[in-house]
């Protein structure tokens, strides 16, 4: 059952570009939801996170949407860059007695063409 | 300062085989966690630790699977009798352990442990 899904494995932009990565969840418990990047044979680094209670959060070139009612979030990159190339995570916190317990979806590689 | 290490980076094994997958987290992190990526998949939490304890095992997939953090700091993750379906990338992550939603989990570079 996989909770946190990521549909497209894969994306390939245009430098200075937009890059929009999503991510669609079944589990309405979600509170809190992170967005990390992984290099090869690196550990994923946290990016950029939102709590249910907002829409929208923004961090330089990075901005996370949102929509709860459709429980769908998504990743925009503006502009693109080539160092932005590497596999694309969003993961989910429910909170309460899970707090901690990230549950991640399979990842989107991005490619960013010079 | 130093990230989360984890030792050795890669393991080849032969099946049947107990193995030890050390974790270091960043020095003063209370929580660590335990997870493991097989090919093509998304991370698949393991195990939570708080300080020694772990409150949080839900995600050892089998009884051939435990894990032990000692003096709140290094943790060991042992795998008994290993199978072929045991082969992935099994990632360390450390975070203050602080309650709140700017508790980062920061993550070591993971083991790769192949079972032949």
């Known amino acids: 059952d996989q909770q946190v899904k990521q549909n497209s494995p894969s994306l390939s932009v245009q430098e200075g570009r937009i890059s929009i990565l999503n991510c669609d969840y079944t589990?309405?418990?979600?509170?809190?939801f992170l967005w990390y990047k992984k290099y090869p044979a690196e550990g994923p680094t946290f990016l950029i996170s939102i709590s249910s209670i907002k829409d929208k959060n923004e961090d330089g070139r990075f901005t996370v949407f949102l929509n709860k009612s459709a429980k769908h979030l998504s990743l925009h990159i503006v502009p693109s860059q080539p160092g932005d190339s590497a596999v694309y995570f969003c993961?989910?916190?429910?909170?309460?007695?899970?707090?901690?317990?990230?549950?991640f979806g399979q990842g989107t590689i991005l490619t960013v063409h010079p | 300062g130093a990230g989360v290490s984890q030792s050795p980076s890669n393991k080849v094994t032969e099946k049947g085989k107990d193995v030890e997958l050390r974790c270091d987290p960043i020095?003063?992190?209370?929580?660590l966690y335990w997870y493991r990526q097989s090919l093509g998949q998304g991370l698949e939490f393991l195990i939570y630790f708080q300080g020694n304890s772990a409150p949080d095992k839900s995600g050892l997939p089998s009884d051939r699977f435990s894990a032990e953090r000692t003096g709140g700091s290094v943790s060991t993750l042992t795998i008994q009798r290993t199978q072929q379906e045991d082969s992935a990338v099994y990632l360390c992550a450390s975070s203050l352990g602080e309650r709140g939603r700017t508790d980062t989990q920061y993550f070591g570079p993971g083991t790769r442990l192949t079972v032949l």
């Open positions: 020095s003063g992190h209370t929580a």
């Open positions: 589990n309405s418990m979600f509170d809190y």
């Open positions: 993961a989910a916190d429910a909170g309460g007695t899970s707090y901690g317990k990230l549950t």
